[in-house]
């Protein structure tokens, strides 16, 4: 029997960097064929046989010219999509390559995630073996109906032994009991990216058939509030733009972010812990750990009584609050940062100011305490944080907050090859801690988050 072809990706002026960057991405997206071109020739007078790109990217951390004369050549060549990788040591200018006809700016750290969401958009990938974390979307529970076939294949991570396994295949119905059962484990549900679209066409059907206020599926929130993202990086690292206007607009797209997640709809404490223990467990990435300590802030800003106000404050510090990691390429997210030496463990124990920097840099209208919570949101109580060593009189309740909230993320996110704690899991470890008396953070406010929820 004949093998289907691999869909084919082509990268061209491909430099060192770019290059790992590349391999490493590639790694779990096995199912494709990364091709890459290193001369014009090889394009225009010798090209490679079956050589038939679904998707191109040009390196543009060189020379100006020669990668806009490369995205040039690829076009007129290819009518496909074409992506320019950028980084943080060559800020360049959007419009000259959008001009040549790139279609996606992309930064090679910080939009990885957009990377791989773009590649199983355009080509979707059959995996033979198992299916990688990347390569997943986490299911709100009310988004699964046990009187509705599923058509999409179903999944669930295991973080003990890190595997994820077939749970339902297409047309199988997830029954009441095995629902519960996940449900009380504070495990998730999970489907393939490349079957998105049938995800949410069933989605919104079951949402409609629970007894919930829930009219949109919490997936389709945050796909949309991930491409939000994405524009709004944009403008912190296109060169092209520097103005109050471009400001007003990054607020007005964080509070978009703020609306699509429900984030200032009252809750009681109980209710506010229930959506942070329902929206954990995601996967990874710069994107999803914006969104999600963004989430996780307000909701405990909820727990304690925090005002309208001050919870959206905490849900703006959560969403701008890891954006000076783009300039720590060395660095993902669940990675060890203390095994980081030299100038990248330098630059990661400064993103806090680095991220400040960038909101102030293109003049972002944000309330004072949003850029303190984010210059503060790694300092300890004991004065071993990070990254001016604060001692806990010095550390604002916002910051203390953002701290307690990253940490969630930080506990219950999946990373590949690591083990994470489900919720459930989680919490009582931070229980375990405060008895101990070993908890990292504010132990009253700890205390005062889990007692008030009735955790």
Known sequence: MKLKPKPQVLAANVQDKTRAFLESLFIDLKCYELRTAANHNQILENPEEGLNPILLIVDGQSEVNQAAEWVQVLKMTYPVPLIVIHGPENPIDFSLFRKNGA?????????????VDLILSLAPADFQDEVPLAALNSIDYNEIHPDMETNFDVYVHLPGNQRTILLRRTGSLIEEKTLKKIKDSKQNLYFKKTETKKFLEYARTAVTMHDSVQIVAMTEKLIKSKKIIFDIMAEFFNTETNNFEIG???LD???KIVGEYDILVPRSPREAFDRI????????SFYQDAIYTANFSALIGQIIGLNSEEIETMALAGLLHNIGLAAVPEYQPGDDWENLSG???TRYLTYPERSVNMVKSQRV???PEVSTAILQHRELPNGTGFPNRLKSYQISQTAKIL?????IQEMTGLVKNQSRYTFKVAMETLKSEIKEGQSPHDMVLLMQILKTAGA
Do not use: M, N, W
């Open 253 to 255: 797209r964080c509070r």
């Open 103 to 115: 279609d996606h700016l992309i930064h090679f750290h910080y939009d990885r995630e957009f990377i």
């Open 403 to 407: 701290a307690i909230a990253f940490r």
């Open 248 to 250: 007003k607009t990054i």
């Open 365 to 367: 209208p944000l309330p």
């Open 277 to 284: 223990a329902l929206l954990s467990g995601q996967v990874r």
């Open 343 to 345: 100038e990248a463990r």
